[in-house]
């Protein structure tokens, strides 16, 4: 049988599962059933080799029901163990494709607009306001960093502020994803280019130069990172609209969307890293430069070697698979 005659057959049974699970908590009495007939329907479709998609999104919603029937709770800090060491890493590797062009979009429009600017310094006004520039150049100024650091309550008011500002970043990147996609990609683009320009901007003086680099090159890892992982997520939930392939678009975006979970839930996490580096390490005038160069060099670098390796182990043979 063809996976598209398959998903018509039994089209009804998901609605109806579906239906039961995203409703009220209480159990309904033909969800027994309904569990069995679902645990056939994916017995077969790994049997005949459908789409990842489709298995994933049996395979999601047969757990939704084992855990609604037997109220099986999953050990947290084993979950929490595994979303860190295998699942996260590795959805990101299978979004591989994705993960090429978010690193394109920010790090090669980035590295050319810091370059332009590095060659021709009047080509920042092309990209970023006047007064933008002139604030920023003010703010790296030596001894400057720290202005308004008010001891342990300012460090935690700006670790509320960089969460906050931060956050609200990731999240427009990840949900203006939804429409195709373009967006996300848009705003990891213009985050490229103004990093670029600022960076640029900053390093032609010797002095914001020597306190620029020593602020952002800690953080920076983190809160990147999540902006890409952000960018990512955001893309995929939009492709998976344009191009639903055999599953209704709402049954796609379900499935994408818990697919995406551990991609979108690292960019936060990420995020919350960042804003605390940020709020009580990059602005410490106390900690040496080669200090913080130091401590920025294996941040970039362990983040790196974690997503290339992190999770692969006995599932490489799958990961790969869904991969291609």
Known sequence: MRQSQFETEHAELWREIDAILTGPSLQSEDLP?????????????????????????LQRMAFDCHSRIYGAV???????RAWINRDLPRRVRQEWRLLLVITLAFWGVG??????????????????????????????QPGAVSTGRGGADGDLYMFGFYILNNISIDFRTFASGLFAGIPALLSVVFNGINGGVVAGWLSLDPATRGTFWPFVVTHSSFEIYGLMLSGIAGMRLGLVLIKPGRLSRRHALYAAGRRMFPVIAGAALFTFIAAFFEAFWSANTAVPDVVKYSVGAVCWLSLTLYFVFAGRGAAMEEEDSDAA
Do not use: I
């Open 74 to 80: 999953v050990e947290r800090p084993m979950r929490l």
């Open 33 to 57: 059933a309904y569990y069995r007939r679902l645990c056939q329907c994916l017995a077969l479709a790994l049997q005949r080799g459908y789409s990842p998609t489709l298995t994933d999104y």
């Open 111 to 140: 590295l050319l607009c810091g370059l332009l600017v590095w060659w021709k310094p009047y080509l920042a006004y092309s990209f970023v306001d006047a007064g933008q520039l002139s604030t920023m150049h003010q703010s790296y």
